[in-house]
């Protein structure tokens, strides 16, 4: 049976039929705030910021994995590469499933060569992006704030969205603090 490995809006919005989920675990990656999207979460010109992986040896990105019907396993990805559109790939990697059980699975990776990869910013700049952006499937605000709660609900927490979701949730209060703050 094949296995999709969600770790960004997979996590609350799989969108497609699913016969099992468990969390899941993808070893040897890191989950960060790197890829444009200029469609569900912006526009062409003004992308939104999404997450994408980047290999990190020692590290593990904890999501959710969805097992499909084989039947139904093509049109769910050719569903699923129309979401994934702005420079995703797909990978076929090994997971280990809750409770010790390793598989494969497919995982939508964006890489650096890929042409809506945005790399690395300051928090700020990624605060004022983030609170501008908005696409078809919502804003980039809910998307990063649905992402950590997301993930928190697995018990699970990934320093750097939840980095970004405290300081997005403090800017209505006072925006000096949101910049200064850091995760424990």
């Given amino acids: 049976m094949p296995w999709i490995f969600g770790y960004g809006s997979l996590l609350w919005r799989p969108d497609f039929d699913f016969e099992e989920s468990a969390a899941a675990r993808l070893d040897g990656w890191e989950r960060r705030l ?4 200029p469609d569900h979460r912006g526009v062409p ?3 939104g910021r999404v997450v994408t992986l980047l290999r990190s040896s020692g590290s593990a990105v904890w999501g959710r994995a969805f097992r499909i019907s084989p039947q139904l396993a093509t049109d769910i990805v050719a569903k699923l590469d129309r979401r994934e559109q702005a420079g995703y790939e797909l990978l076929h990697l090994p997971l280990t499933l809750a409770g010790g059980r390793r598989t494969e699975g497919w995982v939508y990776v964006a890489g650096p060569e890929n042409p809506s990869f945005l790399g690395s910013a300051s928090l700020e700049s990624m605060l004022e992006q983030i609170e501008r952006c908005a696409g078809a499937s919502g804003t980039n605000r809910d998307y990063v704030l649905s992402l950590d709660e997301a993930l928190a609900s697995m018990g699970q927490v990934d320093d750097e969205v ?3 979701a405290s300081a997005l949730r403090r800017m209505g209060a006072d925006p000096e603090e949101a910049l200064s ?3 424990p």
């Fill in 34 to 37: 790197l890829q444009g999207s």
């Fill in 45 to 47: 010109d003004d992308p």
């Fill in 162 to 164: 939840r980095r970004v």
């Fill in 181 to 183: 703050y850091s995760c």
